[in-house]
């Protein structure tokens, strides 16, 4: 379960436009049977940079909506054991399930699941950029073996905690969803020790949105199907427009 010592950056008061908004009503209950979460549940495209990842997201998501770990790995698998959970690539996930928890469109989840939206072999453990995890933010790019360095900060990438030198894994179960951001062994940020909230204020530049984006284009150059959608829900998450499923 969340304390508020274990919320991440992204779920503390809003410290920019784009930052995560408090919860506008108590906890949700969710039923296995009423997956209408679309409705009632709080997200906003415009939280999302290009490239997030799925783990990412449901970070947020579950933050936004204090919606427990077990409750979400449930949700989106119900035949497996939410401490294990699935990996997030696309042949584990059902994408149409996905799309009925999660009030985003089809091509914004597609994108957030590794293996067949990005080519290349991906990494079973979490992988990050400090910076970007400062702000709030993961990439599938983070999660591809031929990538070393952050599009956006140039910094290399890394896997182990800067305090348990543990190694979280790169999956979509209970102890990941409920530690955000976090080592899942220690609950230690992945960020820099103690920024302070002015710090992580200006979260990611312009820039660090474009370099990522073609930093994705690059990645899919061979996928001219997978390149357009891409571009549609790229395009659409750098001018704040909402794409279509
Ligand atoms: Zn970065
Ligand atoms: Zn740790």
């Not at 933010?137 to 290399?156: F, I, K, M, N, T």
């Not at 899919?220 to 279509?244: Q, W």
Request: charged residues 15%; proline residues 8%.
């Amino acid at each position: 379960m969340f304390s508020p010592a274990m919320l991440p950056d992204a779920c503390l008061p809003p410290r920019s436009a784009a930052s995560l908004k408090p919860p506008r009503f108590p906890i949700l209950t969710f039923n296995d049977r009423q997956l209408s979460l679309s409705s009632g549940s709080v997200f906003n495209l415009k939280w999302l940079m290009p490239g997030e990842s799925l783990v990412s997201i449901l970070w947020k998501f579950a933050c936004a909506n204090a919606l427990p770990g077990h409750v979400l790995v449930h949700l989106m698998s119900p035949d497996v054991d939410p401490s294990e959970g699935v990996a997030p690539v696309s042949d584990g996930i059902d994408l149409l399930r996905l799309c009925r928890i999660l009030p985003l469109p089809v091509n914004v989840l597609r994108i957030s699941l590794l293996d067949a939206t990005l080519p290349g072999r991906y990494l079973s453990v979490f992988r990050f950029c400090r910076l970007c995890t400062a702000h709030g933010y993961h990439s599938v790019l983070h999660q591809l073996e031929g990538e070393d360095r952050c599009p956006a900060h140039l910094q290399s990438l890394e896997t182990r905690c800067s305090h348990c030198h543990g190694e979280t894994p790169y999956v979509v179960n209970s102890s990941v969803i409920e530690a955000p951001f976090r080592c899942v062994w220690c609950r230690s940020h992945f960020s820099y020790g103690h920024l302070s909230l002015l710090c992580t204020t200006p979260a990611m530049r312009r820039q660090d949105r474009i370099a990522i984006r073609r930093r994705l284009l690059l990645c899919s150059g061979n996928h001219i199907n997978d390149t357009v959608s891409k571009v549609h829900h790229l395009s659409a998450v750098e001018t704040g427009e909402s794409p279509g499923c």
